[in-house]
């Protein structure tokens, strides 16, 4: 075998690396589905738990209460037939005597029925059986809802733990807009959502507040039948938690609502064509359901009382005071929020405006009342220390027939008598009050403003605030009444719900059909009367009332900064933003902080800024002269936002932090450069993200509703200013809305909403139509007041006003813009009262808001 | 909601129907199939050829591809002929809806079953219409072809996006995301639904559902 040896070889490497019969073949790596948290189905719903295990405080927590809730309930409903069946009170109050062989003690045990007694007497009574047997259903239906909940939540408590990385222990602790911040990360990685490479906040808020837009939607374009006009008791709100429930029926989720599913109206209702058709067949539905609840009456009514007596009963006995106390409406709720407002946005919000509400409806108590409850108190005061004296004296007392009971009763009489006497040192100053107040609730009616000391204004601002005994009692009738509203109100306004569903549905890539009022733009639904003259191309119908494109849409872009809206609204946006920053830092740039508040009573920015800016450099400046300056600047200047100065306060941390985090060149020693920058460190923060990461999104959220108050009494201040302009426009629609506010036009679109323009009317308009530019702002009130009391020492309020309304209307009209007037430049009516106030210097005290008021306007009682 | 969904619009004679709709719905499916995984030891794996092959339509002007799978297509094609046997039985100018959806399955805890997500879903509305003669029909069978061969690009456009697609499984996954039931085939798991007359209203058992859920849910 001859063996040749040439040049030519096999070549053998390329043929040694994969196996024989697949050389050719692409190799891949599967990346496999790391997580299932990808394509999510219902996102609607997965965000909407992300959302509740947050505001629940995590998984644990969430199970407890639950489970808490769970036994209590069982507890409640076996206590109550336990007593009132299995119990033997004539043993217990000593009518009967029990014999006994050792001793002569009655023991409880004594008083408790035998157990077959006690179950005939149960048995044999078909109320009790009713009720336990809508116990027992209800509280079945809640275990299974527990049970549910519980297999839901696990997953979102593995989604926050494996995907957003945040474990159970360190949400509550953890801001919503932080959670929010970490699922618009993960999108990138995970694909959430399908539609879209990458989720926005203004997404996750459209999902979770799809439904509650369109509520707040139509209750802003008074849609929903809830104010009523009763006979006797004027106009009135009735919006329960039935009626609600029964709403949202109809409209989103019930069998032949609107809604074909979660995201998606049904396509016929988009169509025009047979639009009458459908109000029609709406129609017939809103009837049989309204039968269905005037049929179910009885049932819901004892549900109701469950869920009343569950809610509420914890609540009574932690404060017996808290039923006399107030509470913020459901109608309340629905007109105050903004469109895209989460629920525990909305709650804070609310919050902070409580207390300056409750003082404001305080001040209004009936003189009448308290004369009585004066002397109602003193007598029964006198028998109560009588009978304490003598107790004190020898216990025996006690012993003597219904002693410890008068006593207890005497107790309650006088406390109820106390709630009646207005406090000592309260002030009358409901403008002021009321300037607060929106300052937190960001709507109001225009006919509030310079009207708050009227009886009207305060009845109405009542249904926006409400007594919670109130609250209850109507919860407590409304199975009696939501079928009547159903039946004889909604169903006539079934074509308008039509129109509106069709006209006012826009469907979002990604996101689905959502209310097109909650996409904030300017262009769509914009109001010329709320500074977006101009800009706006809605029709009246299409225009939200009192703001609320334009409030909402600054609300929204203030608690979301990373959000990154259409070019048109951030122009808008900034374009606000400058005009505020404008004023704020116009003003302490050029006058002296303490001077500043008295020589610019019209500039409120100005006054409210002076407060944090001023703060803010006193926190970083060691030189002790200033923190004096600065003291009286915010005493001063913020005395009209006075309960915002408790967060103003919290400004002071957020001042420190940027004082840290800027580079330097904050120790400026004059009072004129320190409150420049302070204001500017403020005004930067604000929007832009540079500064995300250096604060705690805590501390962000805190400083986010201080600047949308200021943005809110902005607007209000220039809508006032404008509109003075534009009265014409509104008696005439005041007119309008008068004349067909009880017939309902057939043909919605056609003609402009009638209802739309004046959510809340009042009968007096027409009388006070020069009053909004009396007084222009609580600055201003406070200035009347102030004359007031050095003029003619007059306590009644609108006379002592009127003098003026000529001299501050002169100094609008001269000075046209009035908050972008010149600075410095004391104009007209304001004159004296530059000079007039440093007289009374009042270094202001921080705590209590009617110590800050002048206190000479004692409200005599 | 969290699925893309494309609908097509085709108005046909009613002895296209079948032709037009296997053509519809075999150019998508194209592009929704793969060759079958093999899969190695180390977590990787290789894919199989797809074969493809020209379909020439009797009744229209029009020629598409499909995957030469005997067995896709006869799936395909019984869906398609009993929607045209259901579309004739309503008469003689009928609208209906035929719709493709690709969906992965998710395993889920026990009390639940196992859900079947969609993440895309084509509807194809149809419209026959009755013609009079014979030249009408001509001018039908060159009209229909043309605007098939739009529809096809308009698909081919739609898949060409850069969007959302499931991730690539592992060998114990496949089952959640591929049909592998096929010999020589892999589609994207899909599904085929039909609708005459597009009824009003959701059904009572979707209805029932979520009446349930919501009751359920907080």
């Known amino acids: 075998m001859a063996h040749f040896d040439t040049e030519y070889q096999r070549l053998e490497a390329s043929y040694s690396d994969s196996p024989p019969g697949e050389e050719n073949l692409l190799m891949h790596v599967p990346e496999g589905a790391k997580s299932h948290w990808h394509h999510i189905e219902n996102l609607d719903l997965f ?18 209460g639950e489970i808490f809730e769970l036994v209590q309930l069982l507890f409640v409903i076996g206590f109550t037939v336990f007593l009132a069946n299995c119990v033997d009170y004539d043993i217990l109050f000593a009518n009967k005597f029990v014999n006994h062989t050792d001793s002569s003690k009655v023991t409880l045990p004594d008083a408790f029925l035998p157990v077959d007694v006690c179950s005939a007497r149960i048995r044999d009574n078909a109320f009790v059986i009713f009720v336990l047997t809508i116990s027992g259903v209800f509280w079945l239906h809640r275990l299974l809802k527990f049970l549910y909940n519980v297999c839901c939540y696990w997953e979102i408590r593995s989604f926050y733990i494996n995907a957003l990385k945040m474990t159970m222990s360190e949400l509550p602790y953890a801001t919503w807009q932080e959670v929010q911040a970490r699922i618009v990360e993960i999108q990138k990685e995970h694909q959430i959502c399908i539609h879209k490479k990458e989720l926005t906040e203004l997404d996750i808020y459209h999902r979770i507040l799809r439904f509650k837009n369109y509520m707040v939607a ?116 629905c007109y105050l929020r903004h469109f895209n407002e989460l629920d525990h946005e909305l709650m804070s919000r609310l919050s902070k405006g409580y207390k300056a509400a409750s003082k404001y409806m305080n001040c209004f108590l009936s003189p009448l009342l308290t004369v009585v409850a004066k002397n109602v108190a003193f007598f029964a005061g006198s028998l109560l220390a009588v009978l304490i004296a003598l107790t004190i004296y020898d216990e025996d007392v006690l012993a003597v027939e219904h002693v410890l009971s008068s006593i207890t009763l005497l107790g309650v009489c006088i406390t109820v008598c106390r709630s009646f006497i207005p406090d000592k040192h309260m002030v009358f100053c409901p ?95 914009g109001h010329p ?75 409120l920015i100005a006054n ?63 009072s004129k450069a320190m409150a420049g920058s302070g204001t500017d460190a403020w005004t930067v923060s604000s929007g832009s993200s540079a500064w995300e990461g250096q604060f705690t999104s805590l501390v962000l959220s805190e400083y986010a509703s201080t600047e949308m108050s200021i943005h809110a009494l902005y607007m209000h201040e220039f809508h006032k200013q404008q509109s003075r302009g534009e009265l014409s426009r509104h008696t005439w629609h005041r007119q309008e809305s008068d004349e067909s506010s009880d017939s309902i036009p057939d043909e919605v679109r056609s003609e402009p909403n009638p209802h739309s323009r004046h959510l809340l009317r009042s009968h007096t308009f027409p009388t006070t139509v020069p009053s909004p530019c009396a007084i222009p702002t609580s600055a201003s009130a406070i200035v009347s007041t102030a004359r007031g009391q050095e003029g003619a020492a007059s306590s009644h309020k609108s006379s002592s006003q009127r003098p003026f309304s000529g001299s501050t209307a002169d100094s609008f009209s001269a000075g046209g813009r009035v908050l972008r007037s010149a600075r410095g430049v004391p104009m007209g009516g304001w004159a004296e009262e530059g000079q007039a106030a440093p007289r009374h210097p009042d270094p202001l005290p921080e705590e209590g808001l009617e110590d800050d008021m002048p206190p000479h306007m004692h409200k005599v009682t | 909601m969290n699925c893309r969904s494309e609908v097509l619009e085709v108005t046909v004679e009613a002895r296209q129907v079948e032709e037009a709709m296997l053509a519809l719905l075999h150019t998508i499916l194209l592009h929704r ?29 029009f020629t598409f591809v499909r995957v030469s799978s005997e067995e896709l297509d006869r799936v395909i094609s ?129 209805t029932v559902r979520r009446l349930l859920k919501d009751t359920l849910s907080l």
């Open chain 1, 608 to 670: 409210v800024l002076v407060g944090p800016s001023t703060l803010n450099s006193v926190h970083f400046s060691a030189d002790g002269s200033l923190t004096n300056h600065a003291a009286a600047g915010l005493g001063n200047g913020a005395s009209a936002l006075r309960s915002l100065s408790p967060i103003s306060s919290s400004l002071q941390l957020r001042g420190s932090l940027s004082a840290a985090h800027r580079p330097s060149g904050h120790t400026s020693t004059t």
């Open chain 1, 529 to 603: 009367a709320w500074m977006s003259e101009g800009k706006t191309e809605a029709s009246i119908y299409q225009q939200a009332e009192d703001g609320k494109t334009e409030l909402s849409l600054m609300h929204f872009a203030i608690t979301n900064p990373q959000w990154q809206p259409s070019q048109e609204t951030t122009h808008f946006i900034s374009q606000l933003k400058e005009k505020v920053h404008r004023e704020a830092t116009g003003g302490p740039s050029d006058t002296h902080p303490l001077s500043l508040s008295e020589s610019e009573p019209r500039s």
């Open chain 1, 47 to 64: 965000f909407q738990r992300v959302y509740n295990l947050h505001q629940k405080n995590g998984f644990t927590c969430m199970l407890l």
């Open chain 2, 78 to 206: 019984k869906a398609v002929s009993e929607f045209k046997d259901a579309l004739s039985n309503t008469g003689s100018d009928g609208m209906g809806q035929i719709s493709l959806e690709f969906y992965q399955k998710k395993k889920s805890r026990w009390p639940f079953s196992d859900e079947c997500i969609p993440w895309e879903v084509w509807s194809i509305k149809v419209n026959v219409v009755n013609l009079a003669n014979e030249q009408e029909r001509q001018i039908c069978r060159e009209k229909v072809g043309e605007k098939l061969g739009e529809k096809v690009i308009n698909v081919v456009e739609v898949i060409n996006r850069h969007e959302y697609l499931p991730k690539m499984p592992t060998q114990s996954e496949v089952d959640n995301v591929f049909d592998t039931s096929l010999k020589d085939v892999q589609p994207y798991l899909y599904k085929i639904t039909y609708q005459i007359t597009d009824c009003l209203g959701t059904s009572v058992s979707t």
């Open chain 1, 218 to 333: 139509m209750v802003n374009k008074s849609l929903l039948p809830v104010r009523f006009r009763l006979p006797g008791l004027g106009e009135s709100v009735f919006y329960t938690r039935g009626l609600k429930y029964n709403f949202e029926l109809i409209f989103f989720w019930g069998p032949g609502s609107l809604f074909e599913n979660e995201w998606s109206l049904k396509p016929e209702y988009k169509r025009g064509g047979n639009r009458l058709e459908l109000a029609d067949r709406l129609a017939s539905r809103i009837l049989w359901i309204g039968i269905a609840n005037l049929l179910l009456c009885p049932v819901i009514l004892v549900w109701q009382i469950l869920y009343a007596f569950f809610s509420y009963t914890e609540v009574i006995k932690r404060e017996p005071g808290s039923l006399g106390a107030r509470c913020w409406s459901l109608y309340g709720r």
């Open chain 1, 431 to 525: 403008e002021q009050l009321l300037r607060v107040i929106l300052a937190h609730i960001h709507y109001m009616p225009d006919h509030w403003q310079g009207n708050a000391h009227r009886y009207e204004t305060r009845d109405q601002f009542s249904q926006l605030f409400q007594y919670k005994a109130v609250f209850i009692l109507e919860e407590l009738i409304s199975p009696v009444v939501t079928p009547i509203i159903l039946i004889f109100c909604l169903r006539r306004k079934s074509l308008e719900i039509i129109d509106f569903f069709r006209n006012f549905t826009v469907e979002v890539i990604g996101v689905g059909d959502t209310c097109s009022f909650a996409q904030m733009d300017i262009r769509q639904h």
């Open chain 2, 33 to 61: 199939s793969s060759g079958k995984f093999h899969y190695k030891k180390e977590g990787t794996y290789s894919i199989g050829t797809v074969g493809t092959l020209d379909i020439d339509c009797d009744f229209i002007d």
